[in-house]
Each structure stands twice: as C-alpha cells, then as structure tokens.
C-alpha cells in the first residue's frame, strides 16, 4: 500500500516542462577511473544514497520505472573514489526488490543489464551539495529546476539524478518510508549463502550457539573518528572488555568484530590467541572473505547483515551511520542491543539532550539518530552493562 504522505497524483504535481523521465535512476563517476557509473563510498552511504535515490524519483514521477543504482565494488580504501562499479542485482536480491518495491508503491523495477537505454548525464555531479540535506518536496522542485535548465537530459530513455547522497533529509514524518524502502533491500542468493555458511562455520569450530557481533572504529590514524566516533578502549582491551567490562561467560558465545581497522590490524594485534585461551572465540571481519581493495563491498554487505541478524549486537561507537542503522533496524526487530560508546567524549556534544551529555549521567539509554547519525529522529539505545548481559540476554 502506498503512504498517504507520498500519493502525489499528477494533479498535485506542478509539471510546468514535458520531461521524458519514464524510467530514472542515480549515478555519478569520477572520469579519471572510470567511464561508468554508480554509487560511492561505504555500504551504509550507498545504501542511503540507494534509498534517497528511490525516495526522490518516486516523488518526482510516481508513474515511472526505476534502475536500482549500480554500487562501488573497487576503487580506495572506502570506496570513495571508485574504479568498478557493479549490477545491483550482483549484491542484492534483485527479484525481492522488484517485488516488494511493487507491492508497496505500484513501481515498476527493471534490471540496467543488457538494455540498449541510453543514460542522460548525472543531473548533479559528484561532491555537488547544491541545497543539500532538503524536504521531499523541496528536493524534488530543485530537481526539476534543475531539469529545465540542463534541457538536453529530456531527449534520452533514462533520466539519471546523479549525485543524490546530500538531497533529502529524512524527517520525522519520512522515517517509515526510509525504512521500507530500505528493507526491500537484501542479499542476493549467493551473498546470503556466504553470510549463512560463515555464521554455521564458527559456530560449529567454536561449539558454541549464539554469535554477537561487536562494531569498532581502530583507525589507524589520530585524526579519523573524533571523540566517540572512535572506540574508546585499544585492540589489546577486547578481552579485557569481554571478561571485565561486560562479564560475559566464558566458552559460551561466538564474537565477530566488524568495522574500521582491519585493513591494517591482525590477529596478533587484536590478541585474539589469548582472547581463546581466555575462553572468548573472537573473530575478525577479514575471517568472512580476504578484506583487499576488491573485496570491501564484499566484507561490508556480509558484516551488515550478520550484525542485523546476530543474536546480540554491540556498538562501541556513536555518530556512526552504520552503527545507527544496526540499531534502528534491530529495534524494530525486537532483537537485542546495546552501546558501549559515551557521547560524554562526542565532538559535537550539542545535538545531543543536555542530560545525556551530563558527566554524572547515569541513564541506562544513550540517543542515536536515523538515518543520519547527526540529523533525522532520535531513538534510543540500552547501554552495554554486565547488569544488561546478565539479565537480558541467555
């Protein structure tokens, strides 16, 4: 059924050009790597950028077909500058998007792999925030604005929005729209076998019967990741944190860290060795598939589902977009969580209530905010306690 908010009929829509945008879809590339074209940067940005980029051309034209972007599968680290960029339809289920998709919102989804359409050229270019972080409706009259004067996008079969990352800020109001549309997204069937079979892999070595993911930020750097953006103990401290901090049980749960750093930081660095001796079987994320250049997109679409899916998930981060969808997905899942981050050390204290931020605070919940970190609704999330652990979770 589509949301009261978004029936926009034609009468409702000021179309003041005559615009072929029968089919739309979003894209944008640097020409220095490649021709092609698609989203950038981490799962969670091409994720939102995926989502937004729905969100603006169902508002645009609730009649036309949509191209699910292409997503960055090499480039650098991060992904923000892409080399290759590949079908959606290889990451994700493209059958249980087009089908829900439909079902929700009458959209038909067609598939950019062997179709003869020609493209228009992105209507915003990479890193243009042009009126960035909009309403629906605003964002869609700058589109159109921006249509009528780049005249030559409406002689082609398919109009491509290009850089959409900064157009739309979610509202209150757009919160479930937001999370429909992105949870019509999924694993395709060969990426949910690897997330599947990793999971019954240390479970069985492991002997144990639950898994808990832990999300860090250990950037190699002293600059990236300000306050609690970052993790606040070290490497060494994960089985300091298992065992002192949260007192969890030895020999009965298998733990994956997923996150920044482990690009650089290997087992030896995490001590895993003696986190087994300990009694705690951790793994690290490049355990899923070899974490290089050509395997991130891989890596990070396997962590993301594993974390929402785990038995238990803990972030120790705040300000984090991957953290913050975790959560808020989870929620809505009624399947636990919690955070180990303290946004008493956040440097940008003042998006926060003050009584979260208070030095004494001793509030059992700690604010996030979906699906921007800094910006959209507030939710909030248990702390990590032994007292949690203990009483929560079996």
Same mark, same amino acid.
């Given at each position: 059924?589509?949301?009261? #908010?978004?029936?926009?009929?034609?009468?409702?829509?000021?179309?003041?050009?005559?615009?072929?945008?029968?089919?739309?879809?979003?894209?944008?590339?640097?020409?220095?790597?490649?021709?092609?074209?698609?989203?950038?940067?981490?799962?969670?940005?091409?994720?939102?950028?995926?989502?937004?980029?729905?969100?603006?051309?169902?508002?645009?034209?609730?009649?036309?077909?949509?191209?699910?972007?292409?997503?960055?599968?090499?480039?650098?680290?991060?992904?923000?500058?892409?080399?290759?960029?590949?079908?959606?339809?290889?990451?994700?289920?493209?059958?249980?998007?087009?089908?829900?998709?439909?079902?929700?919102?009458?959209?038909?989804?067609?598939?950019?792999?062997?179709?003869?359409?020609?493209?228009?050229?992105?209507?915003?270019?990479?890193?243009?925030?042009?009126?960035?972080?909009?309403?629906?409706?605003?964002?869609?009259?700058?589109?159109?604005?921006?249509?009528?004067?780049?005249?030559?996008?409406?002689?082609?079969?398919?109009?491509?929005?290009?850089?959409?990352?900064?157009?739309?800020?979610?509202?209150?109001?757009?919160?479930?729209?937001?999370?429909?549309?992105?949870?019509?997204?999924?694993?395709?069937?060969?990426?949910?076998?690897?997330?599947?079979?990793?999971?019954?892999?240390?479970?069985?070595?492991?002997?144990?019967?639950?898994?808990?993911?832990?999300?860090?930020?250990?950037?190699?750097?002293?600059?990236?990741?300000?306050?609690?953006?970052?993790?606040?103990?070290?490497?060494?401290?994960?089985?300091?944190?298992?065992?002192?901090?949260?007192?969890?049980?030895?020999?009965?749960?298998?733990?994956?860290?997923?996150?920044?750093?482990?690009?650089?930081?290997?087992?030896?660095?995490?001590?895993?060795?003696?986190?087994?001796?300990?009694?705690?079987?951790?793994?690290?994320?490049?355990?899923?598939?070899?974490?290089?250049?050509?395997?991130?997109?891989?890596?990070?679409?396997?962590?993301?589902?594993?974390?929402?899916?785990?038995?238990?998930?803990?972030?120790?981060?705040?300000?984090?977009?991957?953290?913050?969808?975790?959560?808020?997905?989870?929620?809505?899942?009624?399947?636990?969580?919690?955070?180990?981050?303290?946004?008493?050390?956040?440097?940008?204290?003042?998006?926060?209530?003050?009584?979260?931020?208070?030095?004494?605070? #001793?509030?059992?919940?700690?604010?996030?905010?979906?699906?921007?970190?800094?910006?959209?609704?507030?939710?909030?999330?248990?702390?990590?306690?032994?007292?949690?652990?203990?009483?929560?979770?079996?």
């Amino acid at each position: 059924m589509v949301m009261n #908010h978004l029936d926009l009929s034609e009468e409702k829509i000021d179309i003041t050009y005559h615009l072929n945008e029968d089919v739309i879809t979003c894209g944008y590339s640097n020409p220095f790597f490649t021709k092609d074209f698609g989203l950038q940067c981490g799962i969670t940005n091409q994720l939102f950028e995926a989502v937004t980029c729905f969100a603006l051309a169902y508002t645009l034209n609730p009649k036309a077909k949509f191209i699910p972007p292409k997503f960055c599968i090499d480039g650098n680290w991060g992904l923000c500058a892409c080399e290759e960029f590949t079908q959606f339809s290889y990451m994700f289920d493209f059958n249980y998007f087009k089908q829900t998709i439909k079902e929700l919102f009458g959209v038909d989804v067609i598939s950019d792999e062997k179709n003869n359409l020609t493209y228009s050229f992105p209507l915003y270019g990479h890193l243009n925030l042009t009126g960035q972080y909009q309403s629906l409706d605003i964002a869609t009259q700058m589109i159109k604005d921006r249509i009528n004067e780049v005249p030559d996008v409406k002689t082609l079969d398919v109009l491509n929005l290009g850089y959409v990352f900064p157009r739309w800020k979610p509202e209150h109001s757009d919160i479930d729209l937001y999370s429909k549309i992105f949870l019509a997204i999924q694993p395709s069937n060969w990426m949910r076998r690897i997330i599947d079979d990793f999971k019954h892999k240390i479970l069985t070595m492991d002997r144990t019967e639950k898994l808990i993911v832990i999300h860090v930020n250990f950037p190699a750097d002293s600059i990236s990741y300000l306050g609690c953006q970052r993790t606040l103990f070290k490497p060494t401290y994960v089985v300091g944190f298992l065992r002192d901090y949260l007192k969890l049980p030895r020999k009965k749960y298998s733990y994956l860290l997923i996150g920044v750093g482990f690009e650089t930081l290997t087992h030896m660095d995490i001590e895993t060795s003696i986190c087994h001796r300990e009694g705690y079987a951790v793994h690290l994320q490049d355990e899923i598939a070899p974490l290089t250049l050509t395997r991130q997109l891989h890596n990070s679409v396997s962590s993301f589902w594993l974390a929402l899916e785990s038995d238990l998930f803990i972030s120790t981060v705040c300000e984090s977009q991957f953290s913050s969808h975790i959560l808020k997905m989870r929620n809505s899942m009624k399947k636990l969580s919690c955070t180990a981050a303290d946004i008493s050390k956040s440097e940008f204290s003042h998006i926060y209530p003050k009584e979260f931020i208070a030095d004494k605070s #001793h509030s059992p919940v700690m604010p996030f905010y979906y699906p921007l970190p800094n910006v959209g609704k507030m939710f909030l999330t248990k702390k990590c306690s032994s007292y949690f652990i203990q009483t929560s979770f079996k």
